[in-house]
């Protein structure tokens, strides 16, 4: 069975400082990963996915993040923290239902962003 | 504009009044599916559909049930609204059914009450 594990609930940086998110999977497959953001009062939008070409992925507004197989890890990553990037992170991972007729997704709980000034 | 349109996005009712919520899709996908947010839970499956006609379980049937007579639409049914279906409620859809290359489009949410 497939399964996410979104290691903080909520972090919190200042404007220009690093961002680091932490998400780690389970997945009897080889499983495609996805990070999506969702802002207040917002359904969630895509930021990157992952699905077997290069480790290294670049998405929307900067993000980008490294999917490890060795350690079953797909962290995101941002350089430089805005004020807008302040809103909610799911890590998701796609897998096979059972019998391989269609994909399931599982989401992560979440990370809540804060970004100060 | 491409979109996932879901009404009403607010809706407080009462216990075992029967309710539902829209949702529509103009992109001519093949998969939709319900899911709801709970805070420290993320999001879970309610139900899903492959393609008109077809719907299956997901993770938290219980209490809701679903209809996919057109490609484009995917209402969500409480038939008998309890205080723990008090969530928000997000609709979405998929180009394609199988691993997801194509990203999920989401609708703006649905918050329901129920008192």
């Known amino acids: 069975a497939q399964s996410v594990t979104q290691l903080d609930s909520h972090v919190s940086v200042s404007e220009g400082t690093p961002v680091l998110l932490r998400c780690n999977y389970s997945s009897s497959y080889s499983p495609s990963l996805f990070w999506y953001v969702q802002h207040p009062n917002k359904g969630l939008q895509l930021l990157l996915k992952?699905?077997?070409?290069?480790?290294l992925v670049k998405g929307i507004n900067g993000f980008e993040a490294e999917f490890k197989k060795s350690e079953t890890s797909f962290h995101l990553t941002k350089p430089s923290a805005h004020m807008s990037d302040a809103a909610e992170y799911f890590c998701?991972?796609?897998?096979?239902?059972?019998?391989?007729?269609?994909?399931?997704?599982?989401f992560g709980t979440g990370t809540r962003l804060q970004v100060t000034l | 504009e491409a979109q996932v349109t879901q009404n009403p996005r607010y809706l407080i009712t009462v216990t075992g009044k029967k309710l539902t919520v829209t949702c529509s899709q103009n992109?001519?996908?093949?998969?939709m599916s319900w899911y709801r947010q709970d805070p420290g839970l993320g999001l879970r499956q309610i139900y899903y559909s492959m393609n008109v006609e077809v719907t299956d379980k997901g993770d938290v049937p219980e209490g809701y049930k679903v209809s996919r007579k057109e490609k484009r639409n995917f209402p969500l049914i409480l038939e008998s609204p309890s205080p723990n279906q008090t969530s928000l409620y997000f609709c979405a859809s998929s180009p394609q059914s199988t691993r997801f290359n194509s990203p999920l489009h989401f609708g703006n949410g649905t918050r329901l009450t129920v008192t």
């Open positions: 992109m001519n996908h093949e998969y």
């Open positions: 992952y699905t077997s070409a290069a480790t």
């Open positions: 998701v991972v796609s897998d096979m239902y059972p019998g391989g007729t269609a994909s399931k997704l599982t």
